[in-house]
């Protein structure tokens, strides 16, 4: 159904189109009734960038069956269909998760990879100018295009169709149900920018949490982020839908296989869980067992030596260290059972004396021990460690994982700050400033340090790019032909210096840095671009004459001093003497040429006298 606008929601599909086309109506507001990404219960709850990318690669598709010659209005209700829409919108009901996926992420799946092609990214605050200027932009594409615009947590395509030269089209795709269209997709048709802009504007405001002292999260969250896609070429559709399908099978194949693994191990540790589950019972046992025979060995053995003077301390504090092998009681009571003597008693005694003043020993150190981590638990209690909150994920975290920028003092977590460091190494962005200094009004942005850097353990290869950036703002990298090496040198030194020596050892090649022309190091001309240095040299040491008026180089091949075909340059009719270079006449008259020559060699030499 259509909703109130600025078109007759009574006229046909076609009419309005035609309308908007004419310029007599601005836009088509359009709601499709039980298509959307909610359509099945439980599903599509976070799919609409799947829904937008599907829908620009939909209209792509049909844009590029489209016939040269054919009737936009035929085309334009094409793409506007039911049947279309219902198609876009369909890929929500096999994503049942409820996980915002990036438009990044979901762009590297095959169904997308193979037919869009990511042209730019933009990254800006909602608003109107904003926005006039994004879809200014998608006008200068070349051919039809797409803007896929992420404002968290919602996702919305606008599709920039080109019908001719000086006609575009702009399709608003929203799967969310609003107002306007309550009951299912809606789609927004408009030839002006200041009408789509206007849409955008409305569809994606900027949220405001002035009153919860979350100003900063807010700008983070207001922002919007704008990927532009062109579609790719395809040559054979056969071909496209067979690579898509095998990348989607073996990624499928991928991910069951490991799944497979995953259970695998799972049942593992499960079984080795279990073993020592029952290992841990049997040794619980081992030890109830050994105490019960310990006690009962020591209250036998404290009767057997109440005639000495050294009194035995009460069993019950030994129960917990004592550990006497099964085999050893054994021996020790078959050992009191058969003693015939004094002599068996008395080793019997010394043997289970050294017993127990091992075990005293270890019961010393365990109380000693157990005393020593209590006082510290109890100092840790009393002077708990202080956490902080993270400026980006606002998590609380100890004070243990905190990185502090420099001069601003903006507190972040590691892994947040580690991500994102990683996201501006991968935009190629130096210095890289504080977030939260970028998203307020500060007067002076703070960059990151090395140090900070170093504190997030970032990658082998991200750590190479932050060198190199940092590198490349104090100095440039500088590549010898000749030997075919790579060094950096000073930024400064480099710009100062016009001819540049490498400074390899054992290489030594000078070439020009402004036309990069090899210059050889024997003696000659100072170096020149356009060769006027090592023309006028050449010149001097053949003895050569330039022109006095034009200064065209001039060789004299045989006869007289005097040029007598005057300067070979059109228009130029100097006539000069070749022996001493000085201008005889400027003239194309005989007569003249005649008074000047006479005059002038009354007092030069004509011709070449041999010696």
């Known amino acids: 159904m259509n909703?109130?606008?600025?078109?007759?929601?009574?006229?046909?599909?076609?009419?309005?189109?035609?309308?908007?086309?004419?310029?007599?109506?601005?836009?088509?507001v359009q709601c499709f009734t039980g298509a959307s990404q909610y359509s099945t219960e439980g599903t599509g709850t976070a799919s609409c960038g799947l829904a937008a990318l599907n829908f620009a690669r939909l209209v792509f598709d049909r844009d590029q069956k489209r016939p040269p010659l054919d009737?936009?209005?035929?085309?334009?209700?094409?793409?506007?269909?039911?049947?279309?829409?219902?198609?876009?919108?369909?890929?929500?009901?096999?994503?049942?998760?409820?996980?915002?996926?990036?438009?990044?992420?979901?762009?590297?799946?095959?169904?997308?990879?193979?037919?869009?092609?990511?042209?730019?990214?933009?990254?800006?605050?909602?608003?109107?100018?904003?926005?006039?200027?994004?879809?200014s932009e998608l006008v200068l594409v070349d051919g039809s295009a797409v803007v896929v615009i992420t404002r968290p947590p919602e996702i919305v395509a606008c599709t920039k169709l080109k019908l001719s030269k000086s006609t575009h089209m702009f399709i608003i795709f929203d799967s969310h149900p609003r107002q306007r269209y309550p009951d299912g997709t809606g789609i927004i048709v408009t030839a002006s920018i200041e009408v789509a802009a206007q849409e955008l504007a409305e569809l994606l405001p900027v949220i405001s949490l002035a009153k919860s002292g979350l100003e900063w999260q807010a700008q983070l969250l207001s922002n919007y982020s704008g990927h532009i896609f062109v579609p790719q070429k395809i040559e054979d559709r056969r071909t496209y839908l067979t690579d898509v399908a095998l990348e989607s099978s073996l990624a499928l194949l991928a991910c069951q296989s490991k799944m497979a693994t995953l259970i695998s191990q799972n049942a593992t540790l499960e079984r080795e869980n279990r073993l020592l589950e029952e290992h841990m019972e049997t040794l619980q046992n081992e030890v109830a067992l050994q105490r019960s025979y310990a006690l009962q060995h020591l209250q036998s053995t404290s009767t057997n030596t109440s005639h000495t003077n050294s009194r035995l301390p009460d069993a019950s504090l030994l129960t917990s260290q004592i550990s006497i092998k099964t085999s050893k009681h054994a021996e020790s009571k078959d050992s009191r059972n058969h003693n015939s003597d004094s002599r068996s008693s008395t080793v019997g005694l010394n043997s289970d004396t050294d017993g127990y003043r091992f075990a005293l020993r270890q019961q010393q150190l365990y109380d000693t021990e157990d005393t020593m981590l209590r006082d510290q638990l109890h100092d840790l209690n009393r002077n708990p460690q202080q956490t902080f909150d993270c400026q980006i994920c606002l998590d609380s975290y100890p004070e243990d994982v905190v990185l502090r920028v420099d001069y601003c003092r903006h507190e972040f977590c590691r892994h947040c700050m580690k991500e994102y460091i990683a996201s501006k190494l991968q935009e190629h962005r130096f210095p890289i400033f504080c977030p939260i200094c970028t998203t307020t009004d500060a007067k002076q942005r703070v960059a990151i340090t090395q140090g900070?850097?170093?504190?997030?353990?970032?990658?082998?290869?991200?750590?190479?790019?932050?060198?190199?950036?940092?590198?490349?703002?104090?100095?440039?990298?500088?590549?010898?032909?000749?030997?075919?090496?790579?060094?950096?040198?000073?930024?400064?030194?480099?710009?100062?210096?016009?001819?540049?020596?490498?400074?390899?050892?054992?290489?030594?090649?000078?070439?020009?840095?402004?036309?990069q022309q090899v210059i050889e190091t024997d003696s000659g001309p100072q170096h020149s671009c356009d060769g006027s240095s090592e023309l006028d040299y050449l010149m001097q040491t053949e003895g050569w004459k330039y022109c006095p008026h034009c200064r065209t180089p001039i060789q004299r091949a045989a006869g007289c001093y005097h040029m007598t075909a005057s300067c070979i340059t059109p228009g130029c009719n100097t006539h000069f003497c070749y022996r001493c270079g000085e201008s005889i006449v400027q003239s194309a008259l005989q007569r003249e040429i005649n008074e000047a020559t006479s005059d002038h060699y009354r007092r030069c030499q004509l011709f070449e006298v041999p010696p």
């Not at 600025?6 to 189109?17: A, E, F, K, R, Y």
């Not at 506007?80 to 919108?89: D, F, N, P, Q, V």
């Not at 915002?100 to 095959?110: G, N, Q, R, T, Y």
């Open 71 to 135: 009737d936009p209005l035929v085309f334009l209700n094409d793409v506007l269909s039911r049947e279309t829409i219902e198609e876009a919108t369909s890929i929500c009901m096999a994503w049942n998760s409820n996980i915002h996926m990036e438009v990044d992420e979901i762009a590297k799946i095959p169904l997308f990879d193979k037919s869009l092609k990511l042209f730019s990214r933009k990254y800006g605050r909602p608003g109107l100018d904003e926005f006039k200027t994004l879809l």
């Open 3 to 28: 909703t109130p606008g600025s078109v007759n929601p009574g006229q046909p599909l076609l009419t309005n189109i035609r309308n908007i086309l004419t310029h007599s109506a601005e836009k088509i």
């Open 452 to 515: 900070l850097v170093m504190c997030t353990d970032l990658g082998e290869e991200q750590q190479s790019l932050w060198t190199e950036m940092q590198m490349a703002t104090l100095s440039v990298q500088l590549h010898c032909r000749k030997c075919c090496n790579t060094v950096w040198v000073d930024k400064n030194d480099f710009n100062e210096t016009r001819i540049v020596v490498c400074p390899l050892p054992g290489c030594g090649h000078v070439w020009c840095r402004d036309c």
